[in-house]
């Protein structure tokens, strides 16, 4: 067995511990944007902050961006506690557009769409109250929402059709299904 000695004496630690590392991989390119995939369909865009010495404005939702072709026909607003889990949830008939408040959250997304570029892959994306920014997310993609930060998460959806109390257009797979690769650990939540 080599124990990685040098000197004869004395083990070498550094040769040890780096033969067992695994290195980081890249996260972003050189813009400083982040690389992660994203499902196919899946889109941001980045709101605009004015600060001054009294405090800030936000601009969450303006059609005249351009950024998604439906149209703004309802909203609400949800929270999640610390460590909880919202999903795993899927829509056949609107997309979800997420705008984070305040709070960390974890989007976790599934492409079961067979006739996508992104068929079977995971997609995680961090949306920070910190970083203000849109996100949609496409029909027939299943996705769960972690609060992975100390305090309520504060989350509006602007999503592309209007909430139908009497046929809701939300379906449900419990967050340890074994139907989705993904594993929340600890979190708890449905």
Do not use: C
């Not at 630690?13 to 982040?34: F, G, K, M, P």
């Not at 865009?45 to 939702?61: K, L, P, W």
């Not at 079961?112 to 849109?134: A, E, F, Q």
Request: aromatic share 12%; proline share 7%.
């Amino acid at each position: 067995m080599n124990d990685h000695r040098d000197s004869g004496t004395r083990p070498n630690i550094l040769e040890t511990t780096l033969a067992a590392a695994l290195q980081d991989q890249r996260t972003v390119d050189e813009q400083r944007q982040s690389i992660a995939p994203l499902v196919d369909g899946m889109s941001f865009y980045d709101s605009i902050r004015h600060d001054d010495e009294r405090g800030s404005v936000t601009e969450i939702y303006d059609p005249r961006w351009g950024w998604h072709p439906d149209p703004l026909v309802f909203s609400y607003i949800f929270t999640i506690r610390p460590g909880m889990v919202k999903g795993w949830g899927l829509h056949k008939l609107h997309e979800d557009r997420y705008f984070v408040v305040s709070g960390e959250m974890e989007l976790v997304v599934y492409d079961p769409r067979p006739d996508s570029s992104t068929y079977g892959k995971i997609s995680k994306v961090y949306l920070s109250g910190s970083r203000p920014r849109l996100v949609n997310i496409p029909k027939f993609v299943w996705h769960a929402d972690h609060n992975i930060g100390t305090s309520d998460v504060v989350v509006i959806n602007f999503p592309t059709i209007q909430y139908d109390h009497s046929n809701p257009d939300k379906y449900r797979l419990p967050i340890d299904s074994d139907l989705i690769p993904h594993d929340f650990g600890s979190a708890k939540g449905w």
